[in-house]
T-cell receptor, first 112, second 115 residues
Framework: RKEVEQDPGPFNVPEGATVAFNCTYS??????FFWYRQDCRKEPKLLMSVYSSGNEDGRFTAQLNRASQYISLLIRDSKLSDSATYLCVVNRGKTSYDKVIFGPGTSLSVIP | ETGVTQTPRHLVMGMTNKKSLKCEQH?????MYWYKQSAKKPLELMFVYNFKEQTENNSVPSRFSPECPNSSHLFLHLHTLQPEDSALYLC??????????????FGPGTRLTVT
């Protein structure tokens, strides 16, 4: 089993739709969690950190479920510009020089 | 605007060549990273430097040799590469501390083709 798993998609959704991505991780000692987005042929960029209490940034909501070892990302009112690959990132330890694992990514296409 | 720059952006090299990739971060961070991203594969962490000291080497072949002369600069020296080493090489930096992990900021990457 891979340490971080994501549904690869692609998710094809119409503008204005709500879409949710899940990510599961296998190491229960994992400490920090992030969502990044990566546009085609570009570098990953941080979308948001994921906190135990859940957090929201505009149309984006991230949740962490430590008991079930998954994190989620909800995008409301999808825009064409949301089309990208969304990467789940898990830090196995407290610091970044502990193991950093990127998930394989979930591809999203928002259709007019 | 990313505070992490990488040069060159594109590189084509033969298997017998020696080349170097350069990364510079202008964010005052203390940790820097090299990643490899091959087509249709997740990012693979190659090397981590924290306060200029290498803290992780993920079983990377010796034909890849990192160098971190100071906390702002990171190099990846390449020699006798194989065609399967063709990939996007990404540099990242973060402000790390023992209190917790912080987000990484990526450079635009060097797209490497080995012929």
């Amino acid at each position: 089993r891979k340490e971080v798993e994501q549904d690869p998609g692609p998710f094809n959704v119409p503008e204005g739709a709500t879409v949710a991505f899940n990510c599961t991780y296998s190491n229960s000692a994992s400490q920090s969690f992030f969502w990044y987005r990566q546009d085609c042929r570009k570098e990953p960029k941080l979308l948001m950190s994921v906190y135990s209490s859940g957090n929201e940034d505009g149309r984006f909501t991230a949740q962490l479920n430590r008991a079930s070892q998954y994190i989620s990302l909800l995008i409301r009112d999808s825009k064409l510009s949301d089309s990208a690959t969304y990467l789940c990132v898990v830090n196995r330890g407290k610091t970044s020089y502990d193991k950093v694992i990127f998930g394989p990514g979930t591809s999203l296409s928002v259709i007019p | 605007e990313t505070g992490v720059t990488q040069t060159p952006r594109h590189l084509v090299m033969g298997m017998t060549n020696k080349k170097s990739l350069k990364c510079e971060q202008h964010l005052g961070h203390n940790a820097m990273y090299w990643y490899k991203q091959s087509a249709k594969k997740p990012l693979e962490l190659m090397f981590v430097y924290n306060f200029k000291e290498q803290t992780e080497n993920n079983s990377v072949p010796s034909r890849f040799s990192p160098e971190c002369p100071n906390s702002s600069h990171l190099f990846l020296h390449l020699h006798t590469l194989q065609p399967e080493d063709s990939a996007l090489y990404l540099c990242a930096s973060s402000q790390d501390s023992k209190a917790g992990a912080y987000e990484q900021y990526f450079g635009p990457g060097t797209r490497l083709t080995v012929t």
